[in-house]
């Protein structure tokens, strides 16, 4: 055993990670999970959850779904944002830079301009549509040009979702949904109680999707000649996944309020440390980015106590940091990976 | 002096070299004169114009821009006023002075960014410039706290914010710029996500101040197309004719800046020094814009480059003031159309984002192509 050479012992330390590495985010995303049950303006203890029947109702109609949410939420972007990344084969592409999340914003504000009086499944359907017709838009735009600098192509996609958001602000300015736009556009789970989250459970069975056929994925996201050698079909999968991630932004959106480059960092932080195989990666990634969200919500409940401050400002804020660093470590191999 | 020497003795090479014919050869001459390989790109492609017709179609260029600027503002100040002159044309006036202010500011900051960093599809607001203004006016308040920052007078508040912005951006973009190795792409890529992390730190800071008074803030400290705030459009001319005052001075650096680095160290100029200078122009009127309308993302890009290709020339003298009419114009029309056709319904920054944006993805993807 203590013979092995370095070049046989780096595989074994690396796969030894892979293994360690979703049970040690599990225990993260428990012990805030746990946390963030415990966390809020009203007093709710171990205790008083059997003595006190207040404390139990604040508890399970406010503490536990918020908590549910934030975790659903979290891990369904992140994964989102896994499969853009392999799909598009670039590690910048996610809902942010692919324009699917303001795109997913503008349905929103169709469906409530259009259909006014609509019901939240309707929403989610119509924002779903225009975050997939708007990832759709950028994928052929990508497609279209040769030139596929990893930088140039996240950059193309924020551009269209600039684009998006400004057609959006103008028709929100025309009909006074100003402030309504900018509430959606930033995630918030102040407002989740029993019976207005539970869509989000939707996001969580799409990843769970994602998971069980991480391999078509993958396949789909070496290049059409690739999959159609090995009996995958191309453009059913690419639909499919890119249907995926926009049904889950979608939900998010409607549900709760955009998130921010939450798939954008999560996938490339998980990505860094444990490889490219997308079957292996996708737990953690998942427990990765519910870890993450719910740590901002804490942080937002605390920070000015007894206020709140909205977890999409908080990701944002530590997101685009990041990102920013992933992109001026360039020098370095990874993002012309 | 001895610089002034110096570029002259460098005149004389570039001329002689170029076989120019101008009084460029004779020493002490200006910088001005340098024969600088106008427009390669376009030489290349046209069949090789003489001097006349070029000058003919400046011409040309100018009276026509001076006619649109011209009729614009009569047209935005004459527009439905049924007859009570006295009550809309003050108000008006003002509304075309910080017009023309902001409008100004941007075209020439745009097009000194563009000659800073080689190329036409980087503007100061792309990398982010306007949301560092925004950023720091909200850190003095956060500083300083609402109630102090309210009882200061707003001129004052305004010359710090204009201050720690010059010396902000001059720094963070002078690191950012770095030596020039760092791909086109990159730098944009840059600059956009520390746009939205100038953004998103600024409505952070805005939650941890007091909740309750995030909106009337917002308010006070985010000026917009709607809302303009006049009462800094004295000192903002000011420091706006400062700016232009000095960016023309510097006309001759910038045209032998757009031969790159290298040949314009090679010309003699001290390349780091002029950088700073034009850096901190561009931040000063980043601030006199922001602080007057807010930020507006794309329309520095959009005037920058139809001056390129209406003068088709990179003599600076000619673009700087070929952009800023232009966006004059583009703006005194942009704000009577929404006035009188859309009756309010949208907002300035919004059309011009949705126009510029789309724009920009057209330039991305030829630039892509070539």
Redesign the interface.
Known sequence: MTSRTTSSARPTRASRTAAVAPWAAAAVVLVLAVVSLFVGVADVDLAGLFTDPEAREVFLISRVPRTVALLLAGSALAVAGLIMQHLARNRFVAPTTAGTIDAAGLGLLTATLVFAGASIMTKILIAMVFALAGTALFIGIIQRIQFKDVIFVPLVGLLLGGVFGAIAEFFAYRNNLTQTLSVWMNGDFSGVIQGRYETLWFAGVVAVIAYVFANRFTAAGMGREFATNIGVNYRAWMAAGLTIAAMVTAVVVVTVGAIPFLGLIVPNIVTLMLGDNLRRVLPTTALAGAALVVFCDILGRWLIFPYEIAVGTIVGVIGSAIFLVLIMRRRNTYAAA | MRRREDLSRADARVASRTGGTTGAATPGAHLTQVEIPREPAAASALPHASQEPRERRLVVVFASLALLVVGAIALYLTWGVDGHWDFALPRRLEQVAALIVVGVAIAVSTVIFQTLTQNRILTPSIMGFDALYVLLATTLVFVLGSTVAESIDPLLMYAVNAGLMMGAATLLFRWVLGDGT??L??M???G???G??F???T??MF??MD?NEFDTLMDQLFASFNAIDTTLLGISAVLLGVGIVAAYRLVPRLDVLVLGRERAITLGLDYDRTVTVLLLIVAGLVSVSTALVGPI?FLGLLVANLAYQLTRTHRHVINLTAAGMLAVVALVLGQAVLVHVLHF???LA??I??VG??Y??AL??KE??A
Do not use: D, E, K, W
């Open positions: 760092r791909g792409y990159t944009v890529l840059v956009v996500i520390a939205t992390f953004g998103s730190l409505s952070f939650r941890v909740p993302t319904a949208g907002t919004s059309i984002n949705v944006g789309i920009f993805i991305l993807l892509a192509r």
